[in-house]
């Protein structure tokens, strides 16, 4: 356990720093301010904790996450609790990012804006539902995305999740729209499945949302007479906007509609701002004076907005897109009107947004004391505030230009994978941000924004510049290898295939593991292959890959109908080339471990564990079985020499002990592959291994079995022109690898790297 940890705090050790400041600046905050900040909406949620009347001004969402909270920790409980959930947002948008393949110092980078950001450590320390609503809206990410195209089900739970957010703050309401488009987008789902199964996933996800929401509304109209989710009041959340530019004498207005259009001049009203129209100056010892009595002012409310929107709708549309991009600004700002930057900020003394006695009798009746600044401390943290402590605009402006630019498909994004992955975070903040500009800005609304803008830029870059073809070791080449690389992948065979590909799965994501099979006319056995092959192995999930070599017969209908990912090469071009199109298509489609087997039965599928185990525990980077360890049924002679003659050679040119070059049932990391030059049609085995030795990677044989073909016959032709052709490959690649990476020291590779180990 301890070697474990030790080993993923060596490998993700930049994010391991960054979940260590956030978890000492989060504490400094918990420390600062006891038991925890109010503000004006906190005394509404708390005084309907437990009576969850859905007619007020919040849903009651949040009200439901607190009660279990504070009758076990008190409000200083809740804080703890929002603190830590802010460190698990951290780590789990590092953990997604993975998933997908992007590079670990970019995810820890993508993660540390939540996890370091004072504007979010100051509300987590509010009792406030914003923390909440960032939770939920990553539960839906996950849901949506971690298993690749999520089938109705999933889609069904992601749907009701969102409509959970919708229950915590009223502003996710439009969030399901970016999640259906991205379901209906990327669900390439099953073989011929057509745009079939895309639209019942997409009517799940809605249907979900619709169905949460639906029940909600009604307890609202049961227990509160009003039927809806909650709003920022009763006249709706444009009436505030529609206040500040209305031109109430050129409007055709009704008389209580004239009586609530605000008289002061429009420089009056733009410095009152948003927040005073909507929250202030709408209560009742104002619009009783101004109204007859009986008045329906939520309705005269409403119906002005209305008439404001469809008369001035440049006036709506302008100040909604400039409070929307005030949100990308350099530095953290006020404009005139906005609502008050410091309700954000850290003070020095314990903010009141009540009266104290008011205040005080809510740390009384959960924490049994009051409230308390440690001045030092809130010092620390105003400074860090104010000094730069948190995430610049133009940074999450960038970030989000990116996602976009990945979404349209520059760079290498139109084949990488992840452009309907990228499109759903950047859609959903898109989307949120808007829609809370359409009330009005306030920096706390930009919160959001800190977990699903890196998330998406950073998988947006990863789209757009390609994933690293080696976390670990990178290959040493020369410039006219990488140039003979490059030339290498994608040819026109495999831009067929991918383009094939893509129009069968859409922009589906591989399971952890994918177990990749070459094959070419196999149609008599790849059949009872394919089915012997586990969807699940050492816990993790397994997909799996055929890539159909230009076969002349049914192989690929074969590995279709045994619900096979099948990628069809239209020309035969050798094993070799066709692993090399899987390995690439594994790595840009999300998997981290490629296990490799043949078509025609001769591997015992019930031995993969040993091959997948090893890597997951990070004892090697390439696993290969060996029959010399093992056992192998009825061989040729010739071949049984030659297996033991290559094994010599390989252990003499590389030093390092191996036993088996050529044995078909082999796993590694998923970019292990992809980092060394493969070129060969046929032999690849040989020439794969003897790359990675010579760039030094860790290599560990298991004890396995050699079955006899259970169909068809081998494509390897006469054991003499074999072992010639194999040969070749064998010093032909060691002699390239020499040249350009020189010899490799023995004690470095053979102490430090174990070649071969025998269980």
Known sequence: MTAALTRALRRHWLL?????????????????????????????????????????INPVGYEWFLWPL?????????????????IGIGVGVYVLLRRFGVREWLAALAAAPVLLDAYQLQIEQLIMSDLLFQVLLLIAVYLLCWWGPPTPKVAALAGGVLALSVMVRSVGLTLVLPAALFVLLATGLRPRGGWRPRLIATGALVAGFGAAVLVYALYGAVVAGKFGVGGSGGGGVLFGRAAVVAQCDELDLTREEQLLCPDEPHEVREQLGIDFYLHLWDVTANVESLLPEGTDVAAAQRSLARKVVLNQPLD??????????????????????DVPLDRWQFQLDYPMFAPDWYVHEWAELYDGGGLHADRDLASFLRGYQLGGGYTPGLLLGGALLLAGAAVLGAGRARRSGLRAVTLLPAGMVTTSLLTASVMEFSWRYQLPGLVLIPLAGALGATAIFGRPEATRRQPRTTPSEESQMLTTFPDEVDRDALDEYASRYGEHRFAPVVVLIAAYNEEESIGEVLDAIPGRSCDLDIDTLVVVDGAKDRTAEVSLDHGARTCVAPTNRGQGAALRLGYRLAAQRGARYVITTDADGQYDIAELPKLLQPLIDDRADFVSGSRRLGSNE?????RRIGTHVFAWVVTGLTRQKITDTSFGFRGMRVEVPNSVTLQQPQYQSSELLVGLLSHGYRVLEQPMRMLQRTAGESKKGSSLSYGYRYAKVVLGTWWRERRSTGPVPAAETISERPAAVAD
């Open 70 to 86: 504070l009758g076990i920790g008190g409000l200083t409980g809740v804080a703890v609790v929002q603190h830590l959930l802010g």
């Open 634 to 638: 009825r061989p040729a002679l010739v």
């Open 316 to 337: 709506i549309a302008g100040g909604v897109a400039r409070d929307f991009f005030k949100g990308f600004a350099p530095t953290r700002t006020q404009a005139v009107g």
């Open 16 to 56: 391991a720093l960054l979940v260590l400041a956030g978890l000492a600046l989060r504490i400094v905050t918990q420390l600062a301010y006891r038991p925890a900040l109010l503000y004006i909406d906190s005394f509404r949620y708390l005084d309907d904790v437990g009576v969850f009347h859905p007619g007020g």
